[in-house]
């Protein structure tokens, strides 16, 4: 399986942006997809996931403010960022997993590049 991000950018603070992660491959054995940031000289951690029979889970620190989605048809995954604060900057990373969904980042099975968010204060 492959994942290809696309999205990202730069924004003032309160500004949105949008995400998106093409699966290719084998994308049929994908149960969780996650997404996972990873600000600078910090570790990745875990922002949002969508599982395969529809259930979102949200970090409580974009709760409210992100929006997760899932495409099976087009093997697409979305996030929706909106009310964006300085926090949020960082490499943002599409993370997929087989035949269950977990939120540790070394437990993925897939990871996309990353895509480059940066909110200015």
């Known amino acids: 399986v492959q994942l290809v991000e696309s999205g990202g950018g730069s924004v003032q603070t309160g500004g949105a942006l949008r995400h998106s992660c093409a699966a290719s491959?084998?994308?049929?054995?994908?149960?969780?997809m996650s997404w996972f940031l990873q600000a600078l000289g910090k570790e990745r951690e875990w922002v949002a996931s969508h599982k395969a029979h529809g259930r979102t889970d949200y970090a409580n620190s974009v709760k409210g403010r992100f929006v997760i989605s899932r495409d099976r048809a087009e093997n697409t995954l979305s996030l929706q960022m909106n009310n964006l604060k300085p926090h949020d900057t960082g490499m943002y990373f599409c993370?997929?997993?087989?035949?269950?969904?977990?939120?540790?980042?070394?437990?993925?099975?897939?990871w996309g590049q990353g895509t480059q968010v940066t909110v200015d204060s």
């Open positions: 491959g084998s994308p049929s054995s994908i149960y969780g």
């Open positions: 993370a997929a997993r087989r035949y269950s969904c977990v939120l540790q980042p070394n437990l993925q099975d897939f």
